[in-house]
């Protein structure tokens, strides 16, 4: 007789999808912001950054220069991973040179799941659709776009504060 067999939890399941929600969430909100800023440049719509359907990540921008993000989650036996690929052309015959991203989600110091990227950088979610999205530069060279960085704030705020006091 075999002993029925217990069903094996994945490790951060419950972390890695709240990551997974919230990283869609960033990355649709500074896509907006994007397009936002781009538009009153006077680009149409097909000019524009688009989110296509599915529950993968899916971020394209298809006139040239063109630039598009696609990546997916999935759960190894020792926690989740996101994995993707950024892609593009400069023209319809000159190509940017692909690239391939893998980052495993795990609990920070603090207990926060981030995703560890690279030889062990953490970043929060918009962190890491930051880093995303700053690929879609190149779509719009002549266009300075948005680029939210919650750590400049409170600097910038110390920097004033302190040169106030001088």
Not at 126 to 136: V, W
């Amino acid at each position: 007789m075999s002993a029925a067999s217990k069903p094996v939890a994945t490790p951060l399941f419950h972390e890695g999808n709240g990551f997974w929600d919230e990283l869609r969430s960033e990355l649709r909100l500074q896509m907006e912001r994007i397009n936002t800023t781009v538009s009153r440049h006077g680009l149409e719509d097909g000019e524009l950054i688009q989110w296509l359907p599915g529950a993968k990540i899916d971020i394209l921008r298809p006139q040239h220069p063109s630039t598009g993000i696609q990546a997916d989650i999935c759960f190894r036996s020792w926690g989740p991973v996101i994995s993707g690929q950024i892609t593009g052309y400069q023209a319809d015959d000159y190509r940017f040179f692909p690239e391939e991203f893998e980052v495993l989600i795990a609990k920070d110091l603090d207990g926060a799941a981030v995703a560890v990227f690279d030889e062990g950088r953490s970043f929060t979610p918009s962190e890491l659709a930051a880093y995303l999205m700053q690929h879609f530069r190149r779509c719009f060279p002549d266009i300075s776009l948005p680029c939210e960085d919650r750590r400049v704030g409170p600097a910038m705020e110390v920097a004033t504060e302190t040169a106030s006091a001088a």
